[in-house]
């Protein structure tokens, strides 16, 4: 059965109810930022992380817009260098979770559950998480945004993991392809929802305009990028935060504007993924 997500993706796709609290990850040995909710007792936590060549200001609004939620989420802003560690940026990933459910945060008023930590990224973060939530039993769900090829490879993690998992595509190839997110979800263990959405590239995820334009990237997928975000936050607030009236953001099929989702042969098809011919 298709879900639709129509009814919640326009207010999950909007800044959530909550202010929210900006703060370093310094004073634990990590250089990197923590998003919390202004207060909130056994919180969501989301470790996550950045793209290659992007700094974790290039993601200010999407971690914002997961606290205004109610989610606290740390980002490492380390192994930004031309030649990054994969295993590296998965290290600081786990340490983020470590701090989440080790410490008080925002201004201390603010605890998350350790039962309730994730792990989400985009690109080169994306294909991080994965490899940081290989094994791991602290994170009970992974949000990968255009997840990209890692060493070592996150398409052949994806296979040891159990967890539910949400894999974000685009429907419009760019030239340069970083990674196959729809062989990612394929090789899924666990339950996965494959999303491929229409108005959204993995170049315009990140919020960094100036560079856009002078790369000549086109305008701003600004549409694209809430999209991205609701589908990321119902995603969580059900895994997570166990609200049962967004299920439908981790359905396998499931429909809104601009948001396409394959399973079964159509997703083994996007992987690339050869099909067996029928016997004549």
Aim: hydrophobic fraction near 40%; charged fraction near 20%.
């Amino acid at each position: 059965m298709s879900e639709n997500l129509k009814k919640h993706l326009a207010k999950l796709s909007k800044r959530g109810p909550h202010r929210v609290l900006v703060g370093s990850l310094e004073y634990a040995g990590i250089q990197g930022k923590v998003y919390t909710p202004a207060e909130g007792d056994g919180v969501p936590g989301v470790a996550f992380g950045h793209d290659w060549l992007k700094g974790i200001d290039k993601y200010h609004a999407t971690l914002r817009h997961l606290a205004s939620w109610g989610i606290a989420v740390a980002a490492p802003d380390t192994e930004r260098g031309f030649l990054p560690d994969h295993r590296g940026l998965a290290a600081d990933l786990e340490s983020c979770l470590q701090i989440l459910a080790g410490v008080r945060l925002g201004q201390g008023n603010v605890t998350v559950n350790p039962g309730k930590l994730g792990l989400a990224g985009h690109g080169m973060g994306a294909g991080a998480a994965i490899l940081t939530a290989t094994g791991n039993t602290k994170a009970h769900a992974v949000g990968a945004l255009f997840p990209a090829d890692t060493t070592p490879s996150a398409e052949a993690a994806a296979r040891y993991l159990s967890i539910p998992g949400l894999i974000i595509g685009t429907a419009d190839k760019g030239i340069v392809e970083a990674g196959n997110p729809a062989k990612v979800a394929y090789n899924w263990a666990g339950p996965v929802a494959y999303r491929e959405l229409e108005n959204l590239k993995q170049q315009g995820f990140p919020e960094d305009t100036a560079f856009k334009l002078i790369a000549g990237l086109g305008r701003p997928q600004t549409a694209g990028q809430e999209t991205a975000r609701g589908l990321l936050t119902g995603f969580f607030l059900h895994q997570l935060a166990g609200e049962n009236k967004y299920e439908g953001f981790s359905a396998p099929a499931a429909e809104a504007k601009k948001v396409v989702s394959y399973t079964g042969d159509e997703l083994a098809e996007k992987a690339g993924v050869p099909q067996e011919q029928p016997a004549h």
